[in-house]
């Protein structure tokens, strides 16, 4: 059968991305020795893995070399990785869940001191239904769980208990999997290993979101300060696990497919020598022989050549998109085309794949979590929690998970909890929530003057330190 063009499109696909694995090594590689390791544990993986780099450079001098020990040694690192990293990521996750609360708070009290005239429920409710129909298709259902989220939550436990079950039953097959995601982003806290690794930090966001709507708008202040200050050191430890895990499956990815240097790097001399300068300068066992501009001038080229080769890559998958379930259906006939796209498929799914998801999988082979496995957890966990607190919880379970509501249903909801607040000194907090979300949403740029919108951030920008295209 006679499938030389989709064989073709796969290698390609495959040689580029295994390029790509081998630049972004050589640029973690040769980044400023600037974090210290978060744990004890992590930083003798680390070392773990410097320590086998020299292998890897001998397995990639010829396509016959025996290969098995070292990926073995490389699956068991990555096991280890995301068992010590699984605590880092709920303190990141909890973290996030009280600069979430405090923002809300500080933005609901900042809208609280300045009226919104001419502004009634009818704007907002044919604003919200004409933004719902303009939206994307695709951003719909993200747009309804963050209109939902937005607003202060009016659902008694039952009612909240029947939105659980039917947005975890719209996941289908994939219910496990998501359940598991929305714990982690809402139930950060449950996690014991995260308490006793980071009591100081864990105590203290627990404090935070427990106090928020007593305090004080000078306290506010100050605890919105005080997170901005806890993010770099809490995004350092996420992105140095991030960094180990990556480059495993980066050493993996180049081990795995019985390639050697001079395939993957196309017999380009430069990369070539960027890698071996690379390996030779992290194997460096005293700091003071490394030659800091050397490493400099390698990460500086590795980035270079990554840019040049990125319209590349999309050129390759756009062409793959379009042809994907084409070359899914040849496979079935033709093995040769078989293996090439389960080599694709893995090698993708190494490149891709982030430590958060792996440490979901991970929990995966514990047992299978269902809707009321989270509802019985969340009513428990939540049970000594002020009603406050317990509803931002909930709030961000509407954020994390799909909303099962359709637009009409939704809109019902924006309806009922706006004639809840009239006559509330809330309603204006509320009204500048709403807005917001119009703001953030809105395709085409909507002047937003006549409801007097504020635009609120309080997001958080932090990267691996490596380029994952």
Known sequence: MNNK???????DAITLRLKFCLLNLINDLTL???QSPPTERLGGIEKELVGLLPSLSEALRSPDSDRSSLNTTLAELKKRVVEEASPIFSLMNFFCAAQDII???QGGRLFMKKPFDGLDDSFIIEAFHDLIHEADPD?????????MSTLPCRMSKGVFSDYVMASFGSYGENADEAIRFVRSKTLPFADKKASEMFPEYMERFHSLIND????TDKEIEDADEELSVCAESIFTLSDYASMIFNDINYMLALSSFGYDLDFVSGENMIIKDIFY?????KSKKDPDEIDEELKAKTNEKSEEIIDSLYDSLEGVNDKLIKRYDHIVQKSQQDSDLEKYLKAYITLTVLYNIEIETAIINAEKKDKTLTAEDYISEFEKLTADMSPYTKKQFRRLFMQFADCPYDAHRVLDYVADSLSYYDGRKEKNSVLGMVCGVLYDFSPHGHDHDDCDCHDHSHGHDHSHGHMHL
């Open 5 to 11: 063009k989709d064989t073709a499109l796969l290698s």
């Open 103 to 105: 923002a809300w708070e």
């Open 139 to 147: 951003m719909t259902g993200v747009l309804l769980s963050e209109i």
């Open 212 to 215: 928020a709507a007593n305090m």
């Open 277 to 281: 300068s690379a390996i030779e300068l």
């Open 32 to 34: 400023p020795e600037s």
